[in-house]
């Protein structure tokens, strides 16, 4: 998932909060994916004040949800480092991942074959065939299930 829209304007960018709409768009984005019953065991997000921002506000409209992991190293992070992310979660059943552009729109289009546009509050869901996440490749076959947000 991409964070939901932030503010332009902060001391950094690190430090840019969620604007209004992004805050209704991470709302929104949970509550799809809670009706859709994708819920992940497993919540990584940069720690951006934007993306954990993001992934507070998803996770608190997902029944059960686990406490988000913030991850430094998707901060401004690619492909790599999102796998790299991915690789330590073991066997969760489910995963939700949220970052940053280009990284994001990058690493669906790895997943899905084609590209994805990836707004804010872009969150796509696949199904892929890891029975341990550290055996998560750059070439994995990955369907897309659900597409919410954005």
């Given at each position: 998932m991409r964070h939901a829209h932030a503010e332009d304007r902060a001391a950094t960018d690190?430090?840019?909060?969620?604007?209004?709409?992004?805050?209704?768009?991470?709302?929104?984005?949970?509550?799809?994916?809670?009706?859709?019953?994708?819920?992940?065991?497993?919540?990584?997000?940069?720690?951006a004040l934007?993306?954990?921002?993001?992934?507070?506000?998803?996770?608190?409209?997902?029944?059960?949800?686990?406490?988000?992991?913030?991850?430094?190293?998707?901060?401004?992070?690619?492909?790599?480092?999102?796998?790299?992310?991915l690789q330590t979660c073991g066997n969760a059943d489910a995963v939700l991942l949220i970052a940053h552009n280009p990284g994001v729109a990058d690493h669906l289009a790895e997943l899905?074959?084609?590209?994805?546009?990836?707004?804010?509050?872009?969150?796509?869901?696949?199904?892929?065939?890891v029975d341990d996440w550290a055996n998560l490749g750059p070439h994995v076959e990955a369907t897309e299930v659900r597409r919410v947000g954005g």
């Open positions: 690190f430090d840019r909060p969620l604007s209004d709409r992004g805050l209704a768009e991470a709302d929104a984005v949970g509550d799809a994916l809670a009706e859709a019953n994708l819920l992940p065991d497993v919540v990584l997000a940069s720690p934007r993306t954990a921002t993001t992934a507070q506000r998803v996770a608190a409209r997902l029944p059960g949800a686990p406490p988000v992991q913030t991850v430094p190293t998707l901060y401004c992070a690619g492909i790599a480092e999102h796998r790299a992310a899905g074959g084609v590209p994805i546009p990836c707004p804010p509050a872009t969150c796509v869901a696949f199904e892929i065939p």
